[in-house]
């Protein structure tokens, strides 16, 4: 990977960027109103719940549409015409498998926001089109899609998308903890330097996983995302 696409790399899955990945807790919100997560939890339950999330739904779902979104634009032989037919099976398998209606609408609305501004700060033919699809209704703009789009337009290899991904996921998750009160700032990066490893095996095998075979399964996870829909009072979307 080149320096260039590197430092577009770190761009994308900075905290800074505006996607509204940050009014996300991913579910955590939800465990820790219920009590399954709590400031006793500490490291270990922490990342025990992190990683959960990252082999069983973020990594076997989003990584996946991820890695096949980002070869719909990466695979297109020099002077070959674009087909994003691919990315719009990607996302359109990746909202099928997002069972709580919370979850699949946060996905498209950080798609969505994505789009728009990576549209303005970045351009070019892969962004307008895929961009173009969603404004129609053509496909849903789940954001792990779009974000495969955008980095293979950037030149990152799909394994390191896919990875940068799951990572961001990662970093959104802990600092929601910390947010939430169940976590300090070490805790936190403790947590996340401990889910590393499996970042990049998760990462590994989404990109090794048939776009037919995308599926996951946490089934406690989606019980709380169904649940903080109805609740009373949220500091997180999701």
Not at 39 to 60: I, K, W, Y
Not at 80 to 94: F, I, K
Not at 105 to 121: D, F, K, Q
Not at 152 to 181: C, F, K, M, S
Request: charged letters at 15%.
């Amino acid at each position: 990977m080149s320096l260039a696409a590197f430092l577009g790399c770190l761009q994308l899955t900075d905290s800074a960027f505006p996607s509204g990945r940050y009014t996300q807790s991913s579910g955590l919100e939800s465990f820790v109103q219920h009590g399954y997560v709590t400031a006793d939890s500490g490291r270990q339950g922490l990342t025990a719940l992190l990683v959960d999330q990252l082999e069983h739904a973020v990594g076997p779902t989003d990584g996946v549409a991820l890695a096949w979104a980002h070869r719909a634009v990466s695979r297109r032989a020099p002077g070959q015409e674009l087909d994003l037919a691919l990315a719009v099976e990607a996302d359109q398998r990746l909202t099928a498998v997002k069972l709580a209606r919370e979850v699949r609408e946060s996905s498209t609305r950080t798609g969505r926001s994505l789009l728009r501004t990576a549209t303005t700060v970045f351009g070019g033919a892969a962004l307008e089109a895929f961009s173009g699809a969603v404004r129609s209704g053509a496909t849903p703009g789940n954001a792990a899609v779009v974000t495969g789009v955008l980095m293979a337009q950037q030149g990152i290899p799909t394994d390191h998308a896919v990875a940068a991904e799951l990572y961001a996921y990662a970093a959104g998750w802990v600092n929601a903890a910390v947010r939430l009160g169940v976590a300090d700032h070490r805790v936190a990066q403790a947590v996340l330097h401990a889910g590393r490893p499996v970042v990049e095996r998760t990462g590994r095998l989404a990109c090794r996983t048939a776009l037919a075979d995308m599926a996951g399964s946490t089934p406690l996870a989606d019980l709380m995302s169904m649940r903080h829909e109805h609740a009373p009072l949220r500091l997180f979307m999701s």
